[in-house]
């Protein structure tokens, strides 16, 4: 039997009990501690919510600590998190996911079944889309954690090979590539990660309609994967490159379009035009097409495309003089 901890990162938002409550009714071997790292930068005026999170866990509470993570993000919280655990292995779900109901003995047959040169082993993700209908944009978004390589949703590491990695890199702020960046350090120092057999359950969550322009904030992210990885890290981490180049063209045809003379502004308004609609349109297609999808989508696709814009170069002057990593040998 192999013995583990649970760490999960949260800003205790009301997908929280839930998460808890799934980890308690979970059949198997209880995890040794659950360390929950309460990462709101101010936690202090909504004290009760962690409370009642804490109150779904059962006979789990007596294990379970609660630290501040001092609003850092998830990477430095899950970093706050695996200092206190001890034992040999750790799982870091989202605190939005639900594992499922055997989630507990097939956490521990994962690493049973491991071979001693793996690093990690993935949960496998499902992400409920509705029926009846298409998926929306924001939901079809979510549906790609299921594909995702080595995702923190539900991903299970040994403590030691964190450990001597260095833990996941605080300069990620964001949800965005801190798993991948953990990943590749350890591939490229001879571990290996697998994906298991345990299920977790990921619902898409409710967001504002503005959510995908906020989330563009993540392509500073991008500009510091290539420093640490090189431009080739999308290939090795096997993810989409997205549209930054599109952007970067459709962005540049809106700024020349406006300041230019009136022929080349004409075309350059044209440019803009065309390459906004076909990025609505990519949008569009496979979603349900309703009225506020439509809305939404129109008016997310005219702000994405200068907001990704800004990131990318914000984060590549940000991160400018960060060193690329060498290849590690364990």
């Given at each position: 039997?192999?013995?583990?901890?649970?760490?999960?990162?949260?800003?205790?938002?009301?997908?929280?009990?839930?998460?808890?409550?799934?980890?308690?009714?979970?059949?198997?071997?209880?995890?040794?501690?659950?360390?929950?790292?309460?990462?709101?930068?101010?936690?202090?005026p909504?004290?009760?919510?962690?409370?009642h999170?804490?109150?779904?866990?059962?006979?789990?509470?007596g294990r379970?600590?609660v630290?501040?993570?001092?609003?850092?993000?998830?990477?430095?919280?899950?970093?706050?998190?695996?200092?206190?655990?001890?034992?040999?292995?750790?799982a870091?779900?989202?605190?939005?996911?639900?594992?499922?109901?055997?989630?507990?003995?097939?956490?521990?047959?994962?690493?049973?079944?491991?071979?001693?040169?793996?690093?990690?082993?993935?949960?496998?993700?499902?992400?409920?889309?509705?029926?009846?209908?298409?998926?929306?944009?924001?939901?079809?978004?979510?549906?790609?954690?299921?594909?995702?390589?080595?995702?923190?949703?539900?991903?299970?590491?040994?403590?030691?090979?964190?450990?001597?990695?260095?833990?996941?890199?605080?300069?990620?702020?964001?949800?965005?590539?801190?798993?991948?960046?953990l990943?590749?350090?350890?591939?490229?120092?001879?571990?290996?990660?697998?994906?298991?057999?345990?299920?977790?359950?990921?619902?898409?969550?409710?967001?504002?309609?503005?959510?995908?322009?906020?989330?563009?904030?993540?392509?500073a992210?991008?500009?510091?994967?290539?420093?640490?990885?090189?431009?080739?890290?999308?290939?090795?981490?096997?993810?989409?490159?997205?549209?930054?180049?599109?952007?970067?063209?459709?962005?540049?045809?809106c700024?020349?379009?406006?300041?230019?003379?009136?022929?080349?502004?004409?075309?350059?308004?044209?440019?803009?035009?065309?390459?906004?609609?076909?990025?609505?349109?990519?949008?569009?297609?496979?979603?349900?097409?309703?009225?506020?999808?439509?809305?939404?989508?129109?008016?997310?696709?005219?702000?994405?495309?200068p907001?990704?814009?800004?990131?990318?170069?914000?984060?590549?002057?940000?991160?400018?003089?960060?060193p690329?990593?060498?290849?590690?040998?364990?």
């Amino acid at each position: 039997m192999t013995s583990y901890a649970v760490v999960i990162p949260t800003l205790v938002r009301d997908t929280l009990p839930d998460c808890l409550a799934a980890l308690a009714a979970a059949t198997g071997p209880r995890p040794d501690q659950i360390v929950l790292v309460d990462d709101r930068p101010d936690p202090v005026p909504s004290p009760d919510a962690m409370g009642h999170a804490l109150g779904v866990l059962g006979d789990l509470r007596g294990r379970t600590t609660v630290l501040a993570g001092g609003g850092r993000g998830p990477a430095a919280a899950r970093n706050r998190g695996l200092r206190a655990v001890t034992a040999p292995w750790v799982a870091f779900p989202h605190d939005d996911v639900r594992v499922g109901p055997h989630w507990c003995a097939e956490l521990v047959r994962d690493p049973a079944e491991a071979s001693p040169d793996t690093a990690g082993v993935q949960g496998v993700i499902t992400v409920p889309l509705p029926g009846g209908r298409r998926p929306t944009d924001w939901e079809r978004g979510t549906d790609r954690l299921a594909r995702a390589r080595w995702t923190t949703a539900d991903m299970a590491y040994r403590t030691e090979a964190l450990k001597r990695a260095g833990g996941f890199d605080e300069r990620f702020s964001r949800p965005r590539h801190e798993d991948a960046d953990l990943a590749l350090r350890l591939l490229d120092a001879g571990w290996r990660i697998r994906r298991g057999h345990r299920t977790t359950l990921h619902p898409v969550r409710p967001a504002s309609r503005w959510a995908s322009v906020v989330r563009q904030r993540g392509s500073a992210d991008d500009a510091l994967m290539c420093r640490l990885h090189g431009p080739d890290w999308w290939d090795k981490a096997v993810a989409p490159r997205g549209r930054i180049r599109r952007h970067a063209a459709i962005t540049a045809a809106c700024v020349l379009g406006a300041t230019g003379h009136r022929r080349a502004a004409t075309v350059c308004a044209l440019g803009w035009a065309a390459g906004t609609a076909e990025f609505a349109r990519a949008r569009i297609g496979p979603g349900p097409r309703t009225r506020d999808e439509v809305t939404t989508v129109l008016a997310t696709s005219v702000a994405i495309p200068p907001a990704a814009t800004w990131h990318r170069p914000a984060g590549a002057w940000r991160h400018r003089r960060t060193p690329a990593r060498p290849a590690e040998t364990r």
